[in-house]
């Protein structure tokens, strides 16, 4: 049966941190909420701007959540939180797991298998919606990783809002299985490229822990 649970709920008794590349996006907001908050009491425009700031930085500040995860046992774990937008073969023999990540998902995506970081590419493009299937033109960021079961492929997308990628590591790094190795900001994609022979065990609308959910099957 498909694993339903949300990211948030796996969340809710870890620990969290505050993501990697967020910084652009949370301090100017965090820092109006908090002068709002100070002013409230002496101006009524204060106030009346606090509420609204407050609420978007309280949003913000999950949005940007990076809890610890107790990483799976498998050959292949997802790289991202969200749901299973397709599985599709492809020409070359591999297979095609797209996890499309919402809003409410974990943002930090973490690496597949343990191997060493042989290329990141950052591709320009467009930003249409990352459910959309014209989203394999959008700006994106190609990381190839040399594991045990050869060349793994993976494609973080950006989104209609999320238009900026942050990669954490360079070319060269040797990365342990679900280590962090980058951050899309707002809603995206996430593309995992399984090589030829490699059963997929997950299903078309099923949800993804990063770092939990095993994505392969022995």
């Not at 009346?48 to 498998?74: C, H, K, N, S, Y």
């Not at 590419?121 to 930003?127: D, I, K, N, Q, S």
């Not at 399984?194 to 822990?209: I, K, R, S, Y």
């Amino acid at each position: 049966m498909p694993d339903s649970r949300t990211s948030a709920h796996r969340d809710s008794l870890k620990g969290v941190r505050i993501a990697r590349g967020a910084s652009p996006w949370l301090l100017p907001t965090v820092a109006t909420a908090a002068l709002s908050l100070a002013r409230a009491s002496k101006s009524k425009r204060a106030k009346a701007i606090a509420v609204p700031t407050t609420a978007l930085a309280a949003g913000m500040l999950w949005f940007f959540r990076d809890p610890e995860r107790e990483i799976a046992q498998g050959r292949v774990i997802s790289p991202a939180d969200g749901v299973v937008q397709s599985i599709m073969p492809w020409k070359d023999g591999r297979t095609r797991v797209a996890i499309f990540m919402s809003p409410l998902n974990v943002h930090v995506n973490r690496a597949p298998l343990a191997g060493t970081v042989t290329s990141v590419e950052h591709v320009p493009g467009g930003f249409v919606p990352a459910f959309n299937k014209e989203s394999e033109n959008n700006e994106r960021v190609v990381w190839h990783f040399d594991t045990e079961l050869g060349d793994i492929e993976m494609v973080q997308i950006a989104g209609a809002v999320a238009r900026r990628i942050v990669p954490y590591i360079p070319q060269g790094t040797k990365v342990e299985q679900g280590d962090r190795i980058g951050l899309i900001r707002f809603g995206s994609r996430v593309d995992i490229y399984l090589p030829e022979g490699v059963e997929v065990a997950v299903e078309v609308g099923q949800a993804t822990t990063a770092g939990v959910t095993r994505i392969d099957r022995d």
